[in-house]
């Protein structure tokens, strides 16, 4: 499942929240040398309840706007089908 990601890295706080397609991914870690987007991986992870491998940036690498993966080889949780994907 493919499905439209904006971070807001350097936050207080960790969460996620949705505003229409796009969720909203606020992580701690600074946007470099690829910290924000280990902690955007880690937080969509814990978030759908997959590994961490099952989750991958597939474009937007060094913007806020970005593609994420969510690989369903082993099933995906209920909260992720309930997704709009793109």
Do not use: C, W
Not at 19 to 26: A, N, Q, R
């Amino acid at each position: 499942m493919k499905i439209q990601v904006k971070v807001k890295p350097n936050s207080k706080t960790e969460e996620i929240s949705q505003k229409g397609d796009t969720l909203i991914v606020t992580v701690k870690e600074p946007p470099k040398e690829g910290r924000a987007n280990q902690a955007v991986i880690k937080l969509l992870a814990k978030h759908f309840g997959v590994p961490q491998n099952q989750v991958k940036i597939l474009s937007g690498f060094k913007k806020r706007d970005k593609v994420v993966e969510i690989a369903d080889r082993y099933g995906i949780p209920q909260s992720v089908r309930g997704y709009a994907p793109h």
